[in-house]
């Protein structure tokens, strides 16, 4: 079972960008999809983004909250995927989880289907 710890948060202003990290200790991380989660305060874990491993051509899949501004990626090599997030907005506040499943799903990421979470990061954005 893969075991991970994210890193990277912080604080930061609206439009700026943080660059999130999630290492795991070693295989099999080669082997699962990773995704990004977030939790605000009061809310439900909302899905943000899926990585799938090269076995399934490395598909990505996106909330659309955070198309086109969050970019999800991984080095197999270092155990480690990462979440580049840019034009950050307020609403992007939140504490940001990974964890894994076998893969990703165009239809979208159900909490309950992922596992190996690790403990989080704090990601603020404020002015």
């Known amino acids: 079972q893969v075991q991970f710890e994210e890193s990277g948060g912080g604080l930061m202003q609206p439009g700026g960008s943080l660059r999130l990290s999630c290492a795991a200790a070693?295989?099999?991380?080669?082997?699962?999809?990773i995704g990004w989660f977030r939790q605000a305060p009061g809310k439900e874990r909302e899905g943000v983004s899926c990585?799938?491993?090269?076995?399934?051509?490395?598909?990505?899949y996106y909330a659309d909250s955070v198309k086109g501004r969050f970019t999800i990626s991984r080095d197999d090599a270092k155990y480690t995927a990462f979440l580049q997030m840019s034009s950050l907005k307020p609403e992007d506040t939140a504490v940001y989880y990974c964890?894994?499943?076998?893969?990703?799903?165009?239809?979208?990421?159900?909490?309950?289907?992922?596992?190996?979470w690790g403990q989080g990061t704090q990601v603020t954005v404020s002015s």
């Open positions: 990585i799938n491993n090269k076995d399934y051509n490395n598909f990505t």
């Open positions: 964890a894994t499943r076998a893969y990703c799903s165009v239809n979208g990421m159900d909490a309950g289907l992922f596992g190996s």
């Open positions: 070693g295989p099999p991380f080669q082997y699962y999809a």
